[in-house]
């Protein structure tokens, strides 16, 4: 089983980043010099991911847009001498192979999910989250991909959260199989705190 394709939904309004989130979508809101999800692709990338379908809204095409060429501003890096700044915004539009698929209502993760389903067929494929940030030697899906050929199951992320926080993430059940790896036998996104 080999996985080449990534979902990454990008559909949220991005609400809890206002008012910076008011005209740009939270996850071209830049760290350094590129945008988050930016760096979310450079993952998938590093970790052999090659199709990378953006599950998006119609507000949203700036996302896209990021990713593809931009003649009009690799012509003036030309014609200035800026080569390193067009080699970079090039590499950028030849990252990966993206595909854009339209939620039209924001139903959740899950239905964003769901979105992708008539790209991914019946492909096994990765979900990342468009806005999340993660650094590590190895990248965090790349060790989710490991896990879940070496298992021959679906395998899920998760990192323990403060109670008052509950409310503000999907929450697992499970119980501990192997060091750090939990069989799931509840879930439920963005539980009440207790």
Request: aromatic share 6%; proline share 6%.
């Amino acid at each position: 089983m080999e996985i080449k394709k990534v979902v990454i939904p990008v559909a949220g309004w991005g609400t809890r980043s206002l008012p910076a989130t008011k005209n740009i979508p939270k996850e071209m809101l830049p760290v350094y010099n590129k945008p988050i999800v930016q760096y979310v692709v450079e993952e998938a990338q590093a970790s052999g991911l090659q199709d990378v379908v953006f599950v998006t809204n119609r507000n949203k095409t700036i996302i896209e847009d990021h990713f593809d060429y931009n003649l009009a501003l690799e012509d003036l890096l030309t014609r200035t001498g800026k080569t390193d700044m067009l080699k970079m915004v090039r590499e950028v539009a030849e990252m990966a192979n993206i595909i854009s698929v339209r939620q039209k209502k924001q139903l959740g993760l899950g239905h964003a999910v769901l979105c992708a389903r008539e790209v991914c067929k019946n492909d096994p494929f990765a979900v990342m989250v468009g806005d999340d940030l993660m650094f590590s030697m190895e990248p965090g899906i790349k060790q989710l991909l490991t896990v879940a050929m070496s298992e021959h199951m679906p395998v899920v992320g998760v990192m323990e959260v403060p109670p008052d926080m509950v409310s503000r993430y999907g929450i697992i059940d499970g119980d501990e199989f192997a060091p750090g790896m939990y069989r799931v036998r509840n879930l439920v996104e963005k539980a009440r705190a207790q």
